[in-house]
């Protein structure tokens, strides 16, 4: 949290550089503001200094009407769209397309969108459909269990993400244009070479 002095200079001089670093409550009104908001400035021994619009809420304070909190920069709404696809990413990343069964429309729906929607917004913020990316993350764990492991390739196949060792030999021979044991074999004599 920035220093009491500094969040006062900012209030006061309404300076943009700060707007989403902090939130100001005033007292009085149990209203609580942005750095920028255009309303006449209460007076300094009437307000306190939040570092989330959250942590002013949680004190009892209602967002002002004027400056709207809630649109400052880094909130959910402020970054728009790209907050859902960026959740969607982690989601994926963390495996939600791996399961047997597991569907876009299901990630989506985790997500609170339409998968019709999550495709359109992995089209602008990513330029790639979620099945994509999941295909792309699934083919990087598996190179990554190659290089770190010795495991057998149906186990890699597995960890990695892939429904069937069949589908795995054939994407990544797809993405590396070689099969995934020539890859294991040059990484092992790279490594006896050394």
Same mark, same amino acid.
């Given at each position: 949290? $920035?220093?009491? %002095?500094?969040?006062?200079?900012?209030?006061?001089?309404?300076?943009?550089?700060?707007?989403?670093?902090?939130?100001?409550?005033?007292?009085?009104?149990?209203?609580?503001?942005?750095?920028?908001?255009?309303?006449?400035?209460?007076?300094? +021994?009437?307000?306190?200094?939040?570092?989330?619009?959250?942590? %002013?809420?949680?004190?009892?304070?209602?967002?002002?009407?004027?400056?709207?909190?809630?649109?400052?920069?880094?909130?959910?709404?402020?970054?728009?769209?790209?907050?859902?696809?960026?959740?969607? $990413?982690?989601?994926?990343?963390?495996?939600?397309?791996? +399961?047997?069964?597991?569907?876009?429309?299901?990630?989506?729906?985790?997500?609170?969108?339409? +998968?019709?929607?999550?495709?359109?917004?992995?089209?602008?913020?990513?330029?790639?459909?979620?099945?994509?990316?999941?295909?792309?993350?699934?083919?990087?764990? %598996?190179?990554? $269990?190659?290089?770190?492991?010795?495991?057998?390739?149906?186990?890699?196949?597995?960890?990695?993400?892939?429904?069937?060792?069949?589908?795995?030999?054939?994407?990544?021979?797809?993405?590396?244009?070689?099969?995934?044991? %020539?890859?294991?074999?040059?990484?092992? +004599?790279?490594?006896?070479?050394?």
């Amino acid at each position: 949290m $920035l220093s009491e %002095a500094e969040c006062e200079r900012a209030r006061v001089g309404r300076d943009p550089t700060y707007d989403g670093r902090f939130f100001t409550g005033v007292r009085t009104t149990r209203i609580y503001c942005r750095p920028v908001c255009p309303v006449r400035p209460a007076r300094a +021994a009437n307000v306190c200094f939040y570092p989330s619009a959250a942590a %002013a809420e949680a004190a009892g304070f209602r967002p002002c009407l004027r400056c709207r909190p809630e649109t400052a920069p880094f909130s959910p709404v402020w970054n728009g769209s790209r907050t859902t696809a960026a959740r969607a $990413l982690r989601l994926i990343e963390a495996g939600a397309l791996d +399961a047997e069964g597991a569907t876009v429309e299901a990630l989506a729906a985790r997500v609170g969108v339409g +998968a019709r929607h999550l495709t359109r917004l992995f089209a602008r913020h990513v330029g790639a459909s979620p099945a994509q990316v999941a295909c792309t993350v699934r083919v990087q764990r %598996a190179k990554r $269990l190659l290089d770190a492991t010795n495991l057998p390739m149906a186990e890699v196949a597995a960890r990695a993400g892939f429904g069937s060792l069949r589908r795995f030999n054939t994407v990544f021979a797809e993405v590396y244009r070689k099969p995934p044991t %020539a890859i294991r074999r040059r990484g092992a +004599a790279a490594a006896l070479a050394e």
